[in-house]
């Protein structure tokens, strides 16, 4: 089971980028993905998730109407398309898979976590 996170890159402020999440090893279709960044010196937080069971999608309220997140299973992929993306959505992004039960932004509910891939909005 693995994840990899690509996409990433250099973009000015009001940019857009799309990120995505390959799965390896297993449907990604039937799972629960979530998106997380983590800038430096902070905490990891918790920014988009998008359930198996019927595509429910959440956003943490930072990236709410700027963001969308989305899957084709055809690709075994779930992508995250940023627009008007901002400074402060620098950071290194992950992808990683639901495990728990607890609440869709708590890093603690996920497992197998791909490898990040680094965005920075910067002019």
Not at 4 to 9: L, P, T
Not at 14 to 21: D, E, H, K, T
């Amino acid at each position: 089971v693995q994840l990899q996170a690509s996409g990433g890159g250099l973009v000015q402020p009001g940019g857009s980028l799309r990120l995505s999440c390959a799965a390896s090893g297993f449907t990604l279709d039937s799972y629960t993905i979530g998106w997380f960044r983590q800038a430096p010196g902070k905490e990891r937080e918790g920014v988009s998730c998008i359930s198996s069971s019927d595509g429910t999608t959440y956003y943490a309220d930072s990236v709410k109407g700027r963001f969308t997140i989305s899957r084709d299973n055809a690709k075994n992929t779930v992508y995250l398309q940023m627009n008007s993306l901002k400074p402060e959505d620098t950071a290194v992004y992950y992808c990683a898979i639901y495990t728990g039960d607890g609440r869709w932004s708590s890093d603690d509910e996920y497992d197998y976590w791909g490898q990040g891939t680094l965005v920075t909005v910067s002019s």
